[in-house]
């Protein structure tokens, strides 16, 4: 399969699922689909960020060769809402190596924070805060204010997010 153009035939949950399963655990495939996105246009980048995202939660080592690439292309400005979207999401069933913590951080603080982002973004930006301050635990003395400051302005979503995230990170 020629996953640039299985990405141009459709953008569908089927498509998808069968761009998932070309790939599987092979490691090649999985390093195609990557250079598709970073390589772009725009539109291939933006169909790319989805199945990147599945594969990424069944098969997380896959994109440890790829991370700091992959968190580049996340820290442009003009980067479409689908992109960050799949890709902050990512980041939530992957262990972040230590190297790239701090630009992990950085990123999805900012995002966070950004109350122009769309509330998955920024629900996902949590998360993978929230992950890492398993292993940081000084980012909760940032993080559990900032999540209890926008809960009494937040969406449904964000709020359900965030009074599990502070659970977790106050016991």
Same mark, same amino acid.
């Given at each position: 399969?020629?996953?640039?153009?299985?990405?141009?035939?459709?953008?569908?949950? @089927? =498509?998808?699922?069968?761009?998932?399963?070309?790939?599987?655990?092979?490691?090649?495939?999985?390093? =195609?689909?990557?250079?598709? #996105?970073?390589?772009?246009?725009?539109?291939?980048? =933006?169909?790319?960020?989805?199945?990147?995202?599945?594969?990424?939660?069944?098969?997380?080592?896959?994109?440890?060769?790829?991370?700091?690439?992959?968190?580049?292309?996340?820290?442009?400005? @003009?980067?479409?809402?689908?992109?960050?979207?799949?890709?902050?999401?990512?980041?939530?069933?992957?262990?972040?190596?230590?190297?790239?913590?701090?630009?992990?951080?950085?990123?999805?603080?900012?995002?966070?924070?950004?109350?122009?982002?769309?509330?998955?973004?920024?629900? #996902?930006?949590?998360?993978?805060?929230?992950?890492?301050?398993?292993?940081?635990?000084?980012?909760?003395? @940032?993080?559990?204010?900032?999540?209890? @400051?926008?809960?009494?302005?937040?969406?449904?979503?964000?709020?359900?997010?965030?009074?599990?995230?502070?659970?977790?990170?106050?016991?």
């Amino acid at each position: 399969m020629d996953i640039k153009e299985a990405l141009l035939k459709e953008h569908t949950k @089927d =498509q998808c699922v069968v761009i998932v399963n070309h790939i599987g655990k092979n490691t090649d495939r999985f390093s =195609q689909l990557v250079a598709v #996105f970073l390589r772009g246009p725009y539109r291939l980048t =933006q169909r790319a960020a989805w199945p990147l995202s599945v594969c990424c939660e069944k098969e997380p080592h896959l994109i440890r060769p790829h991370l700091n690439k992959i968190l580049n292309k996340l820290g442009q400005a @003009d980067l479409q809402v689908a992109v960050k979207r799949n890709v902050v999401r990512l980041l939530q069933f992957i262990p972040i190596p230590k190297h790239l913590q701090g630009k992990t951080v950085d990123i999805c603080f900012q995002f966070l924070q950004n109350n122009m982002e769309p509330i998955a973004v920024r629900v #996902f930006a949590m998360t993978v805060l929230a992950n890492l301050a398993k292993a940081l635990p000084e980012l909760k003395n @940032d993080l559990i204010p900032l999540v209890e @400051d926008h809960l009494p302005y937040a969406s449904t979503g964000f709020t359900s997010r965030g009074r599990k995230v502070l659970k977790e990170l106050k016991t």
